[in-house]
C-alpha cells in the first residue's frame, strides 16, 4: 500500500516538474528581444516536447506535444489546435521512431529536434507566407526559417539533459509491490 502510495507521489511529481518546465519554456519563448538574431528566434517548448515524448511512452508524449501545442497556439495568439495537431503528431512519431530505431542520445535527440523544427516552420511559412503570395516570401524562409530551427539546437540540447534527469529522478521501480 504504501509503494503504491509513493509511486503516485512519484508520478505526480514527475509530471508537475514537467509543467513546470513548460511553463519556463513558454516565458523564454514568448519574450520579445531575447535570443533573437535578427527575426529568427529559437524554439523552446518544441524541444521540450520531444524530449518528454522520447522519455516517457508514445502516448504521454503525444499529449503532453498536444498540451504544449496549445500552449504555444495561446501565447501566439494563432488559431488554437494547428500547433497542438503537429506536436501531438510529431511527439507520437518521434517516440516511436527513438523506440524502435535510434539510440537516446543527445546529438540524436539535438539532430531530430532541429528537422522537427525545420518541420515545423516551414508548414508555418508555406500557410501563413508562400500560400497566400506575399512578397519576399522566400527570404522569409532564408532568414527567418532556417536561422530559427539551426538556433533551437542549443537549447534542446539543454531540455534534453533537464528532461532525462527529471524522468531519471523520478523512475518507478516495477519490481516493487
Known amino acids: 500500500m504504501e509503494s503504491r502510495r509513493k509511486r503516485k507521489r ?4 514527475k509530471w508537475v516538474c514537467y509543467a513546470l518546465l513548460m511553463l519556463l519554456c ?3 519563448q514568448t519574450l520579445p528581444g531575447l535570443f533573437r538574431l535578427g527575426e529568427a528566434k529559437p524554439l523552446w517548448l518544441l524541444p521540450l516536447a520531444l524530449a518528454v515524448a522520447v522519455e516517457e511512452d508514445e502516448f504521454a508524449g503525444g499529449i503532453f506535444g498536444a498540451v504544449c501545442g496549445l500552449m504555444w497556439d495561446y ?3 494563432r488559431t488554437v489546435g494547428m500547433l497542438a495537431l503537429e506536436l ?6 518521434v517516440s516511436v521512431v527513438v523506440q524502435l530505431y535510434l539510440k537516446d542520445t543527445p546529438s540524436n535527440f539535438v539532430l531530430l529536434a532541429v528537422v522537427c523544427a525545420l518541420l515545423v516552420l516551414s508548414a508555418d511559412w508555406l500557410f501563413f507566407y508562400y500560400m497566400p503570395g506575399y ?3 522566400g527570404e522569409r524562409f532564408l532568414w527567418v526559417v532556417l ?7 542549443p537549447g534542446s540540447w539543454l531540455l534534453h539533459r533537464a528532461v532525462q534527469r527529471i524522468s531519471t ?9
Open 10 to 13: 512519484s508520478q505526480i511529481t
Open 26 to 28: 513558454t516565458v523564454l
Open 75 to 77: 501565447t501566439a495568439g
Open 88 to 93: 501531438m503528431i510529431l511527439c507520437f512519431g
Open 135 to 137: 512578397a519576399g516570401a
Open 147 to 153: 536561422p530559427s530551427a539551426l538556433m533551437t539546437a
Open 169 to 177: 529522478e523520478f523512475k518507478i521501480d516495477n519490481g516493487v509491490v
